[in-house]
């Protein structure tokens, strides 16, 4: 499967607790945007599945990617939220990303009914879903970060991020975020993910340049997988 097919003129100006790695600089003649790859890895090499990456402008920038520009012309009633699938006692995916104002719902796939709860001050709520059942959406207004559980499984944990960045994404099973059509300027890319050590995102700025592309491989270092009751050691998906 092919993920990306040309990588932006990325320059690091700073790598925060990220680990630098190499950058390769190709010439898009044909093209007037850029596209952003980052490469996120464990000190020891090994592909990050699952972190977020948050593209934003800085200053007086004000780009929206296409996406973003197309979902601002349609009516917020007409959008389709974000779906979070419990599936073997289990919030798939794990890290859920919303654009701010936009809405989720959770449908539950198991033979048995879930309670989820969030406590967190972007959005506090308490939902009862039976087997087979999708819960009414839920609006988020405000960005940040959602953890979610069930009080019923204790073993339940997931997150949401919400967010206005114009462009983001996550990473794939190679650990690679690829971010398309990012229009010329300063970014600030921010990096998360649940495993993380440390709280908070780390940060580093980008320029992305008009007609290049480039790779960046960057370092996160994560906590050890912990186990769940079955013995099995966790796994981070991202949608």
């Known amino acids: 499967m092919t993920y990306w097919t040309a990588l932006p003129w990325i320059r690091l100006l700073t ?34 599945v699952g972190a977020v990456v948050l593209l934003e402008p800085i200053g007086s920038q ?17 959008r389709e939220p974000v779906v979070i699938d419990q599936t073997d006692k289990t919030f798939n ?6 654009p701010t104002g936009g809405a989720l719902v959770f449908k539950n796939s198991d033979l048995f009914v879930h309670h989820i709860y969030s ?14 059942a999708t819960s009414d ?12 559980g069930c009080n019923i499984h204790d073993t339940m944990l997931g997150f949401i991020l919400v967010s206005n960045a114009p462009y983001s994404g996550g990473s794939n099973e190679d650990g690679v975020v690829a971010l398309d059509d990012v229009r010329p300027g300063l970014y600030t890319a921010r990096l998360w993910h649940p495993d993380k050590r440390g709280r908070g995102f780390e940060e ?36």
């Open 119 to 132: 406590f967190a001050p972007v959005q506090r709520f308490e939902i009862k879903t039976p087997s087979g």
């Open 62 to 78: 004000t780009h929206d990617s296409p996406a973003n520009a197309a979902a601002a012309a349609i009516d917020a009633d007409q």
């Open 93 to 98: 995916p794990r890290v859920s990303l919303v």
């Open 137 to 148: 959406p839920i609006e988020f207004e405000s960005d940040g970060l959602v953890s979610i």
């Open 15 to 48: 790598a925060g607790c990220l680990g630098l790695g190499t950058f390769v600089t190709i010439s898009l003649a044909a093209s007037g945007n850029g596209s952003v790859q980052l490469s996120v890895r464990s000190p020891s090499g090994d592909p990050v």
């Open 204 to 239: 580093m700025e980008i320029e992305v340049l008009k007609g290049q592309v480039s790779e960046v491989t960057a370092s996160l270092d994560l906590k050890t997988a912990r186990r769940n009751r079955t013995g099995e050691a966790g796994r981070s998906s991202y949608r």
